[in-house]
């Protein structure tokens, strides 16, 4: 079975810190992803990577950056976390399409519920 | 989500068959995705069409009109346990997906 894994379930930060959130997937997939998960807003692309050292921002990539420098982890960094990025934070991962593969969905993990206060 | 439409929230009785509809736009459409996600939990995968017409999977399938803009969702014989949220997505160039903001299933006894 496809594993992703997320650092923590619940993390607590202040304004102003940087916070880390790591994600591990163990099916060598070419693909990940970060989004958050707000009530009413469903699920939003902050970045995603397709390969290692390759980053692409997704919908709303403002106060976040990432890193990929294996391709089985991918980290999403906020660099100043404030009150409005507290949210839920889920990653996931899939193969790149591919002529014979029937079709590439996304494996999500966990999720971290973060708070800022 | 941007430019996918789903209803907010459905209910239904335990053993009925419930439908759930999902439009969207977009330009360079790849494959239609159904999720669900149970609250608290991670989505998980459902179905995938790519190409039109009905695609069946024990109790639950999945359509696809493209030319529409339009697929649903179809649960037979609901159980206490579909209670959940029901995303629909579609992907956007690179394998993204564009997510709807999920449809709340509320199966009662």
């Known amino acids: 079975d496809v594993k992703v894994t997320q650092s923590s379930r619940y993390l607590v930060k202040r304004t102003g810190e940087k916070v880390f959130l790591e994600c591990v997937q163990d099916m060598d997939h070419e693909n990940m992803f970060w989004y958050r998960q707000d009530p009413g807003l469903g699920l939003r692309l902050i970045y995603f990577s397709y390969d290692v050292k390759m980053k692409e921002k997704g919908d709303i990539p403002e106060g976040y950056s990432v890193s990929r420098e294996k391709k089985e982890r991918f980290s999403l960094i906020l660099e100043s976390a404030s009150t409005n990025q507290t949210s839920m934070y889920l990653c996931?991962?899939?193969?790149?399409?591919?002529?014979?593969?029937?079709?590439?969905?996304?494996?999500f993990g966990p999720g971290t519920r973060l708070t800022v206060t | 989500g941007q430019n996918i439409d789903q209803p907010t929230e459905m209910t239904a009785t335990e053993g009925a068959i419930v439908q759930i509809n999902c439009t969207y736009q977009?330009?360079?459409?790849?494959?239609l995705f159904w999720y669900q996600q149970h609250a608290g939990e991670a989505p998980t995968f459902l179905s995938y069409n790519v190409l039109d017409g009905l695609e069946e999977k024990g109790r639950f399938s999945s359509f696809l009109s493209r030319s529409k803009g339009y697929s649903y969702l179809l649960l037979k014989e609901l159980q206490m346990k579909d209670s959940a949220s029901y995303l629909c997505a579609h992907t956007s160039g690179f394998q993204k997906l564009v997510f709807g903001t999920g449809t709340r299933l509320l199966v009662s006894p």
């Open positions: 996931a991962s899939s193969f790149v399409d591919r002529p014979g593969r029937d079709s590439y969905e996304q494996y």
């Open positions: 977009t330009s360079g459409f790849n494959g």
